[in-house]
Every structure is written in C-alpha cells, then in structure tokens.
T-cell receptor, first 115, second 116 residues
Framework: GAGVSQSPSNKVTEKGKDVELRCDPI?????LYWYRQSLGQGLEFLIY????????KSGLPSDRFSAERTGGSVSTLTIQRTQQEDSAVYLC?????????????FGPGTRLLVL | AQSVTQLDSHVSVSEGTPVLLRCNYS??????LFWYVQHPNKGLQLLLK??????LVKGINGFEAEFKKSETSFHLTKPSAHMSDAAEYFC??????????????FGKGTHLIIQP
C-alpha cells in the first residue's frame, strides 16, 4: 500500500517568507509526527497529533511554527517569516495508534532551504 | 527523560566482514528501542525494534541487535557487510510513559562505510 508522502520534496524560499509543508500519512493511521533533521541538531521531534489534536506543542522551535491536521488525515506544518536557521529536512511519520512501541513510518521529507 | 548515545560517528568495514554499531540508552523505565537506516536522499526505514519481548531481535537484511539491560546497550550487528549497507544508522528510544506523544528520541547517527 501507499506509504507516507510529503510535498513539496524541495522548497527554496527567501528569508521572511512563509512556507507550508504537507504530509499525507498512511491511510488509517491515527497518529502523526513531525520531525526536523538538520546538520547541527540531528533529528529532533517537533509535534505529535492523535487524530486532529496536538496535546503538546512545546517541541515546536518558535512561535513562527504552527501545525494542524484536518479530517484525521493530512497535516500541514507552517513556518512564518522564515529564517536561515529554519533550513533543514522536515520529516513526517505516522503510526497506527500512537503507542510508544509502535513502528513509525517515515515519509521522504521536505528539504527546505532559506536564502 | 530519555537519551541515546551512539558511540561512533563513523564506522568503516570491509565488504564481507562483521559490522558492529554501538548504542547506549538512558531511560527511567523499560523503553522501546529501534534501529532505523537512512540511505542517501532516502527516507528513514525501520531495521528492527525491541519492545520487551525477546532480547535478541532480528531485523531486515541480516541485521540483529541485542538488548542488554545491565549494560543499557542495544548494539546493532551483522555477520557480513554488503556494499548496499552503506548508509546512516540511527539508534532510537521511545519512552513508554509518554505513549507516542513524546515522539522518538534519536541518536546522532553512525555513518557506515563499506570498503570494497
């Protein structure tokens, strides 16, 4: 079956612009995760959705970052007023029910470059 | 709080020789542990996971890992390296108390190089 998909695969933007990253999880997966992979910080967890709800947004790097999920499916990660330090690969993952022992299935990522 | 330490940032082995990638974890409770692999410009793929069942876990492509609670280790091994194993490997811990809501905690990664 189809895996996790993300779009766009690459995004180049100018400092100060807003960007929107999209994630389509595996059908039927109730849990969805966003991560960021950068050279300096490695792989870091950003936010988790169970259904449409994100119980804890403290992992988002700043208030310029926001995320939402609608219909228990597609999620968007929005970065406002982008900065050069936002350049990274943004990864989305999904799992069936959101327990700690479940496998998370990752998408190919969106590579963001802020000039 | 939980953490993962991958003891080697780079490991180089010859094709056909054994692979050992070392990982130590810190967790207040019995964690779930995973190894993921990332090939260049590809997504993360699960190799294997430990979830409090058998301590020796077998994964895909001939990899296996042994959970040793006394040593807080979860080292990844493979008897014979193949050129296609060249990739970045991540040791990952998941906190059972947080459910999945705390996300996964990743190690810094080990870059595996296979010499012909």
């Amino acid at each position: 079956g189809a895996g996790v998909s993300q779009s766009p695969s690459n995004k180049v933007t100018e400092k100060g612009k807003d960007v929107e990253l999209r994630c389509d999880p595996i059908s039927g997966h109730t849990a969805l995760y966003w991560y960021r992979q950068s050279l300096g910080q490695g792989l870091e967890f950003l936010i988790y959705f169970q259904g449409n709800s994100a119980p804890d947004k403290s992992g988002l790097p700043s208030d310029r970052f926001s995320a939402e999920r609608t219909g228990g499916s597609v999620s968007t990660l929005t970065i406002q007023r982008t900065q050069q330090e936002d350049s990274a690969v943004y990864l989305c993952a999904s799992s069936l029910a959101g327990t700690s022992s479940e496998t998370q299935y990752f998408g190919p990522g969106t590579r963001l470059l802020v000039l | 709080a939980q953490s993962v330490t991958q003891l080697d940032s780079h490991v180089s082995v010859s094709e056909g020789t054994p692979v050992l990638l070392r990982c130590n974890y810190s967790s207040s409770y019995s964690p779930s542990l995973f190894w993921y692999v990332q090939h260049p410009n590809k997504g993360l793929q699960l190799l294997l996971k430990y979830t409090s069942a058998a301590t020796l876990v077998k994964g895909i492509n001939g990899f296996e890992a042994e959970f040793k609670k006394s040593e807080t280790s979860f080292h990844l091994t493979k008897p014979s390296a193949h050129m296609s194993d060249a990739a970045e490997y991540f040791c990952v811990v998941s906190d059972p108390l947080g459910g999945g809501a705390d996300g996964l905690t990743f190690g810094k990664g080990t870059h595996l190089i296979i010499q012909p």
